[in-house]
């Protein structure tokens, strides 16, 4: 076959010469490498496992968690609710702190942004401090100060300074009043849900009203409609008992508090991830030409006008992608709730595999949940772009 | 408003004459401090609120500082120099250390020297770190170290500058780093130094150096894999990629930390400041493959099409026309990922390896100087800004050496 | 040179095909390395006369195996206190006492964070009774204590560091337990620390018995003994308490001392040596007298390595039987020289006690001149003189009432 014809060139390619083949055999390669590879890991892992006595299976996850948790959105009992109980209240407090933590860095990173494009100097610079301080100090540094100088400094809580409105602030935390249900509850749940149908309804027919009071604000109009809504359901059913937090034995007893740890975190979090965001919306704001802006001045739309109109759409298109990457490592970062003791989904899972002994099983879980929550972000958030996408034409 | 109003009247009343200059001096509101003032500061009445509570942000952080300043007491720090700057690194082989930083500031010195602009910063980055120290209660031995830094910048300066060895520096750069390595770890005569006692800031800069050293081939490559016409390739480094970026670093630093022995034959160990360098050089691979992959989309296809056109092949034309162009335009956003890997080396702190923030958290709980956290993180926070943002300047001045963004 | 290109690249997959082969393959065949030396052994056994002329002509040389197993009769009389290399006659030397004698230093995981038990000093040493002990081991391996690498591990990594072989032993204020004998896979030596789970409180609280608590915010360490004991006691009892859990002692202790939780609960030596260390103002605090749990604290090896474990084991009841008898770093050349036969047994004057384990005669010797007795590793650390003040408790010889009963020496 390699023998030279030279009388007679042959348009057939050999197939070590022919491209097609070789595609297809470079591949079969690459694949046969990386399985090789795997298999050589995973041979050598249950060799480990055998060495160690251990074996691979998730039944650990049934059994009683014995041990107990500082905070729990949902009820729990340590000596009957299992392990997979404790995980999913480590779910549950990762995403308190996502949540919470990716509205208030968007607002702070808002706020800051817009300051640094303010024409006064002084706010200018000291947003310009804020960012470049906090952007360039590892996130975990700052916890440690938010939480053992800061929040724990605050006074101890016989001591807690009362704020109007039955808010006292101590460092066991924020006591807020707060309210537990009533029977009637579930069903004033049950009818705040209709009024959100009710409510979205308004907000399209509000958009025939020809009046531009109505239909420019019909968002307004229709939250102000559920809000009516429920308000006067809530007075009809009463479905809460009011409860006011107040210092009995040792803690805050009554209300909800907002733990001092968690408040540390978000702080983190906040703060590290809103200096990001500052320079994104600052990019963002600068990114939409002068010239856009002066001709819709020129067409005669006020100041907030054009801002709201122009500027803002034009803006959030640089915006969002970088938004994303941000809003998804403040998730991640989240999991350094373990430097300030805070029951997230990475510490309960480090107390689980510390008890059984099955590190494998337990750390899969936890990359698994947040593989899900940064899949579940990212795809909310190209669906957000997807709306501000410059369509082109 | 008024004064503007003001000089308008002033310009349209005013004769037309040789003298027009000299008569028609701005009003005193609009020059000089209280000009400045007024155009920076009290603009308009809602400019004038700002300002005034900027100011009062600023007293209320001035008060705080000032009250933290004048209670202070930096004694924690100067009794654990040592732990901070080297760990547990053995004090009669510290000499390696300072050996290493003194190649360092010869190499720094020479770039200056040769290159000038974007070095120049680095230098004098360097040069006032060695006076500070200097200023500093250090033992004699190490201010004649650190004068000795100095003078090696100069040194350094002069060698390059007379020379302009542009090809030997880049070579020395190159060797350098190996060189560090070998000396700091130690082989064949010298003793072998294991990194598990490198601490404090040696420990987080031999992390962050050989993740950025590391990662960077890596994640061109999973780019590169990226955007391969070959499936499986594709595939493998799509799920690479999505993977690593869904998952926290912590979550990389613990399995490495304590699975990493599990995936390996028996008898093999690997030091635990090597597998936080596979932590972050896996995780960091593939946020540089995101960046580049940015970088090489943005390359026009026709640069490709006319590079294939010339005859070149596939991994020609890569190497030779997309990624040196690709390479370029990911500049600051490379970098940026290079700063987020120094400032996430203080996550090892967490799986108990020693580093700045480790060392912080030993220091501070030291019995003699309980209740000194504070001065301790404000040290530790304070230098790793100054790293942080030296690096972000440099790569702000290299943007506009290179001409990024200009093309 | 297009299609050269090509082939060159073939060539190469093919290459890194066949080393990737190789090298999945190797491991393979080798991985029984535990199995290793013994079968090195076994090859070595039937053929003896190849490796005499060398072997016998360097007796003192690496002690390889078939040094070892042919040398054995010469090495044997010559044995005696001043016998530098810790090579042996008797035990055939394997596993992890090979590992750390080729090594020529011991790996020992400790906590690093605990005064008193083990803690990182400004001058980059360690101290504390943990701390002491592996210099017990060292004294023993290598009669010189600073052949120690120490490994701070936290509560999450310190089994994952025992069982990758990260650390030849783990003296880091470990409670023995059924679970992390059997389940982890460790295997614990005798208890250097016996102690009790207590709860340390702000003595202006006037907390007197557990019931006083109720309603209270208490810390513990993460993935302790104590955190499950913690949630069983008060559950048994029905008193109402929340938990907050910190993964490292210092940040429990700051939260402490700045009154975010009203108790903290932890083993009494402990809770004895951070309210000393940690806390601002030590005096306004007390350990209650409450005893919550059992909390013996031993050392663990990895299970299945009898040899090594027997090394440390006698290593540290040689600090217990030393006190026994009366032996202490100042008296220890004294009685080896004047001693009686127990005596003299124990400290390597005669017999073959320490060869016996695979190290030098005089491996007990050493143990006490360099580190001491337990008493005096105790005083040292913990006792009264120093600033934790922990009490001996139980503690002491079994002919003062205490737990510590060394088996004979002999």
Known sequence: MTSPVPTAPSHTIPFYRDVRVLRILAQIVFVALVLLFLGYLFNNMTRGLARLSGSFSFGFLDNAASFALSETPIPYDPATDSYWI???????????????????????????????????????????????????????????????????????????????????????????????????????????????????????????????????????????????????????????????????????????????????????????????????????????????????????????????????????????????????????????????????????????????????????????????????????????????????? | MACRLSSVVALVMAPRSETTPDTLKPPATSVGVLGWLRQNLFSTWYNALLTFVALYVIYALGSGLWNFVTTTDWSVIAANLRLF????????????????????????????????????????????IFCTALVLPLAWNDRVWMAGNLALLGVGFAVGHFTKARRALVWAWLASLPLIAILLYGVGELPRVATDVWGGLLLTLALSIVGIVASFPLGVALAVGRQSSYPAIRWFCVGYIELVRGVPLITLLFMMQIMLPLFLPEGITVERVMRAMVAFTLFTAAYIAEVVRGGLQAIPRGQAEAARALGLNGILTLLLIILPQALRLTIPAMVGQFISLFKDTSLVAIVGLLDLAGIANVAANQPDFLGRQAEVYLFIALIYFIFSAAMAYGSRRLEKTLGVGER | MKRDSRGIILLAVVAVVAFAIGACAGPITTVPTAAQPTQAQATSVPQPTAPPPTAVAQPTAAPTQVAQATAAPTQAPSGGPTNPPPTSAAAEIKGRL?????????????????????????????????????????????????????????????????????????????????????????????????????????????????????????????????????????????????????????????????????????????????????????????????????????????????????????????????????????????????????????????????????????????????????????????????????????????????????????
């Open chain 2, 85 to 128: 700057m080297v760990g547990r690194y053995p004090a009669e082989e510290t000499w390696r250390v300072q050996a290493s930083v003194a190649l360092f500031a010869f190499l720094v010195g020479a770039s200056w020297g040769v290159w000038g602009g974007v070095a120049r910063s680095a230098v004098i980055l360097l040069a006032s």
């Open chain 3, 98 to 410: 090979k590992t750390v004698l080729d090594r020529g230093k011991l790996i020992c995981g400790v906590n690093g964070q605990l005064a008193g038990f083990s803690v990182l000093e400004a001058d980059g040493n360690y101290s504390g009774i943990d701390a002491e002990f592996c210099r017990v081991v060292a004294a023993a391996l290598f009669n010189d204590v600073s052949k120690i690498e120490y490994r701070p591990l936290t509560t999450q990594n310190r089994f994952a560091a025992l069982q990758s072989g990260e650390v030849d032993v783990l003296m880091r204020n470990t409670t023995f337990t059924l679970n992390r004998d059997t389940a982890v896979g460790l295997e614990f030596l005798p208890t250097t620390f016996f102690d009790g789970g207590g709860i340390l409180v702000e003595k202006s609280l006037n907390a007197a018995k557990l019931e006083d608590l109720a309603g209270a915010t208490i810390c513990v360490l993460s993935g302790t003994t104590n955190e499950q004991v913690l949630t069983d006691t008060f559950n048994a009892l029905k008193i109402q308490f929340t938990p907050l859990t910190f993964p490292e002692a210092n940040a429990l202790y700051k939260a402490l001392d700045e009154g975010r939780c009203d108790a903290a609960t932890s083993d009494k030596s402990q809770l004895a040596g951070q309210r000393a260390s940690l806390l601002s103002k030590p005096d306004d605090w007390a350990i209650m007298d409450a005893t919550l749990s059992k909390e013996p604290l031993a050392p663990a090896v990895l299970q299945n390595d009898a040899q090594w474990a027997d090394v440390v084991r006698w290593a540290i009841y040689a600090t217990w039987y030393a006190e026994e008898l009366g032996i202490n770093q100042a008296n220890v050349d004294d009685k080896l020289a004047n001693g009686d036969t127990n005596t003299k047994r124990f400290l390597g004057g005669t017999g073959s006690l320490g060869k016996d384990m695979g190290l030098s005669p005089d491996a007990f010797y050493r143990v006490i001149k360099l580190v001491g007795n337990y008493g005096e590793i105790f005083e040292k650390t913990l006792g009264p003189n120093t600033k934790f003040k922990v009490p001996r408790g139980l503690n002491t010889p079994y002919t003062e009432g205490g737990l510590q009963y060394s088996p004979p020496f002999r």
């Open chain 1, 86 to 393: 404790a995980f999913m209240i480590g779910v549950l407090n990762t995403l308190r702190v996502i949540i919470v933590g990716i509205v208030l860095a968007t607002l702070l990173g808002l706020v800051a942004g817009i300051a640094q494009l303010s024409s006064n100097w002084l706010v200018r610079k000291i947003t310009q401090g804020y960012v470049e301080i906090f952007r360039n100090t590892p996130l975990l540094i700052q916890l440690f100060v938010w939480y053992f100088i800061g929040v724990l400094s605050l006074p101890r809580v016989r001591d807690s300074v009362e704020l109007p409105g039955s808010i006292y602030l101590s460092n066991r935390g924020l006591a807020l009043p707060w309210f537990t249900p009533n029977e009637t509850f579930a069903l004033w749940f049950g009818l705040a849900l209709v009024w959100i149908a009710v409510a979205v309804g308004a907000y399209w027919l509000l958009r025939r009203v020809k009046i531009p009071l109505v239909y420019e604000w019909r968002g307004g109009w229709a939250l102000l409609i559920w809000l009516a809504l429920a308000l006067v359901s809530a007075v009809a059913l009463n479905p809460f008992t009011p409860s006011l937090p107040a210092v009995r034995g040792f803690n805050f007893q009554g209300g909800t508090t907002l733990s001092p740890e968690y408040a540390a975190l978000l702080l983190g979090l906040v703060f590290y991830t809103g200096a990001f965001i500052a320079d994104i919306v600052r990019a963002g704001i600068q990114a939409v030409p002068r010239g856009i802006i002066e001709a819709s001045r020129a067409l005669g739309l006020t100041y907030v006008q054009a801002l709201r109109l122009i500027v803002i759409p034009l803006a959030l298109r640089v915006i969002i992608p970088p938004l994303t990457n941000q809003y998804l490592n403040l998730a991640k970062n989240s999991s350094l709730a373990i430097a300030v003791g805070y029951a997230d989904l990475f510490y309960v899972s480090n107390t689980i595999f510390n008890q059984t002994g099955q590190t494998l099983q337990v750390i899969l879980m936890v990359m698994g949940a947040y593989l899900i929550i940064s899949l579940a972000l990212a795809t909310l958030m190209n669906a957000v772009n997807a709306r501000f996408k410059l369509v082109e034409r």
